[in-house]
DNA sequence: CGCGGCTTTGATGTTCATCAAGTAAAGTGG
DNA sequence: CCACTTTACTTGATGAACATCAAAGCCGCG
């Protein structure tokens, strides 16, 4: 698959609803015109820390993970980004460039858009401004929100935090594939990539989910909320 | 000193510069009809979370903290606000109430500017969007960008990031008075009460700063940075 | 004066990271 | 396709970091 397959028009795209839709058929076309896609493989860096910031950019499939790289060489996620999600936080508009680095968790598909056209967009179109603001604007809080439901909770309930992260928010079902790796998931919640397995067998073990290498279904979600609410 | 005290123009108003720098006269004045100024005390609440959101709301002077009430009743701070900041982060776009609650920390003045101006103002006049919202961006990217910063860290990291915090973005001097107690610097940086006066304590040992009581002096800058980067 | 809140210090216990060591899985080159 | 290396996963043992508990001094305030 490349990019020449995915290829599609702005006018036609299901993600259209997202905050375009106040746009007319013009200034479509102008987004249209300008726009890339481009396919990238599980693993593979979208942009880096510190790379210049010159287009808008969402997911249009697939899955992501904003991420810094701390002194230590540790990494640490700040958020997974689903398809739908705009990437990149608003650094577009306070920062010439990136501050955080983002890679494809899982086959995607981002498409660019000249963040210059963005901005003619807000200042020639102010339903499309506010359209457009009132997304980020969610997209930003949700990220501090979930920073401080996981900090001001300890292991278990920070374990069962991204269970049902990706049950309800990304497969909504209680069975799928685990798209990070053990240590991925460390990083995402601050803690060390031995409890979080560790913490993953004890549920298994207390028959809250079951687990398969990267295969988990949720048994018992009402005690697994239990978990979260608890801390 | 009652609200009448207070009242300006913003037109002469020093914080025009803002993100309100391309408004023209008549949008100017169109603010300043609508606009309200109170003055809380040191202590105030200024509003609760789940309060409906009215209001574009900005600190003209003073400090305040946006804090969440956890379900056992722990305060938490999500970030201290100072003159110059808008307050109540993006919630105003992506909400229709108030996500968390903000108080006053120091006696402190707020301008309240009825949301329905701004929003209509962010669709006519495109310049005004624009500097707007890298304004609001910049504070709640740095907004997360702290809450990383305070819990890769661990305790020691941690106080000195507030003490430096205080010292260098808030009151522009090595020696300030502390305007929180142990307790809420405890709840800003998650960390128990005990702990923080022990640091405190540890730090005045080891000669990098000067405690009495609220009043406090960074007497060696350098190495505090430098407690603050190790972490 | 006495009560409650803030501050401080020491002692104790819990939570968690780190270390160590071993198994399984997944690339890699001949 | 198989030996080889590397990376991911897993479990137990240990110790460090930190919260919690307890007790006492301090200060402002009715």
Redesign the pocket.
Known sequence: MDSSNTISNCKTCIYKSWAFKNLSEEELKLINCKKTEKFYRKGDIICSEGDEIKSFMYLQNGLVKLFKTEISKREHIISIAKPKDFIGLLSIFSNTNHVYSISAIEDSVVCFVDLKIIKNLIKSNGIFALDFFERISSVSDSVIKTRIDINTR???GRIAYILLLFSKHIYDSEKFNLPI???EIAELI??????V??V??EFRKDKLIQ?E??SIEIIDIKRLEKVYDLG
Chains 1, 2 share one sequence.
């Open positions: 300890q292991l278990r790796s053990r240590k601050d803690m060390s990539t031995e409890n397995i560790r993953l067998s687990i290498g990267k």
